[in-house]
């Protein structure tokens, strides 16, 4: 996993910066209770996307468990950041309208705890709003770079801990509901091969950490032609879970 600390100063430009926060930003807005007046932005990173989400009379907390990320959400939202880890927020029981986890369960081998904790601090009818499927986000549209990576990626399925499927049977399980739908673009994320290669290489491309896959991966990639043409943007998806 990366050093969000170190990380974080560069953080926002490598990630599509100000125009990929304002679209994750409009498509939580678009899930978000209508009365909903706390929100929870776990693992809010540098608050690029949790600042968007103020509104009179709406209360908004992010909390992330990287210093070097909070130094800079701070900023953006003075006073309203807290250091803690997701599977122990700092929010009493049912104090919440909604829970938002952007870009999380993904990275981690469990999202069960995580949701589970999310569960406990929203309220009656709360919120939880989640990014799924988010290893497939830059291959919705068909591409010779979907192509090549299709078979190291359907080995890789079953590791997925933010499958659509298993995340709604775990969220059933503790009395959430799927409630709503969106998608947002990742604009001006598209990756040539050859910056996926880069990423490979620097072990960030969750389906292939193994030596043998990163090595296969290499190879396919550095095969397809416009090695520095960037291919589509990627399309993230998200869900809302009613309590």
């Not at 979907?146 to 359907?154: C, I, K, Q, S």
């Amino acid at each position: 996993m990366l050093d969000y600390d170190t990380e974080a100063r560069d953080y926002d430009a490598s990630r599509g910066g100000e125009p990929r926060a304002e679209a994750a930003a409009a498509a939580v807005e678009r899930l978000l209770p209508e009365d909903g007046r706390t929100v929870l932005d776990v693992a809010c990173g540098t608050g690029i996307v949790t600042a968007r989400l103020r509104r009179p009379g709406r209360t908004v907390l992010g909390v992330d468990r990287s210093p070097g990320m909070l130094r800079l959400a701070e900023q953006r939202l003075p006073g309203a950041v807290l250091c803690a880890d997701a599977t122990r927020l700092p929010l009493r029981t049912g104090s919440a309208d909604a829970v938002v986890l952007v870009w999380l369960l993904h990275l981690l081998p469990d999202a069960a705890p995580v949701l589970a904790e999310a569960r406990r601090v929203l309220r009656p009818g709360g919120a939880l709003i989640t990014t799924v499927d988010k290893n497939d986000a830059y291959f919705t549209e068909p591409s010779d770079l979907a192509e090549a990576t299709a078979e190291l990626r359907r080995r890789h399925a079953p590791q997925v801990t933010d499958n659509v499927e298993r995340l709604t049977a775990q969220a059933a399980a503790l009395g959430l509901s799927p409630a709503a739908e969106t998608s947002f673009p990742g604009l001006g994320q598209g990756r040539s091969p050859r910056a996926w290669r880069e990423s490979v290489d620097k072990g960030r491309i969750l389906w292939c950490r193994d030596p043998a896959d990163a090595a296969t991966a290499v190879r396919a990639l550095a095969a397809l032609p416009d090695q520095d043409t960037p291919r589509p943007d990627p399309q993230y998806r998200l869900l809302a879970f009613r309590a």
